[in-house]
């Protein structure tokens, strides 16, 4: 069992940034892909990003070029860089890591983009 948690979101005005992190309980991000995901109210869930345990990265259109995956596989931590934050930017944010013995999501943190 991997247990994760997200934090660092927060309310933001737009143009604003924030850092999240998602905790691992284990060491998992050596040997797997993170990706993250948000919901925004009444949307589906979207991937937003995602990186390998090579280190390659890949970003929804979305947020390409204004969002930042990376992590730190001594700390079993991954982050996700949020600038130049927009309205439509709203949502729910998960961290997700499939491993031979499951998918694991973390609880998810609000991110909310308002003046």
């Known amino acids: 069992q991997v247990q994760l948690v997200e934090s660092g979101g927060g309310l933001v005005q737009p143009g604003e940034s924030l850092r999240l992190s998602c905790a691992a309980s284990?060491?998992?991000?050596?040997?797997?892909?993170i990706d993250w995901h948000r919901r925004a109210p009444g949307k589906q869930r979207e991937w937003i990003a995602g990186?390998?345990?090579?280190?390659?990265?890949d970003y929804a259109n979305s947020v390409e070029g204004r969002f930042a995956i990376s992590k730190d596989n001594a700390k079993n931590t991954g982050y996700l860089q949020m600038n130049s934050l927009k309205p439509e930017d709203t949502a729910v944010y998960y961290c997700?890591?499939?491993?031979?013995?499951?998918?694991?999501w973390g609880q998810g943190t609000q991110v909310t983009v308002s003046t």
């Open positions: 997700n890591v499939v491993t031979r013995t499951g998918n694991y």
């Open positions: 284990a060491s998992v991000f050596s040997v797997a892909a």
């Open positions: 990186i390998t345990r090579d280190g390659f990265t």
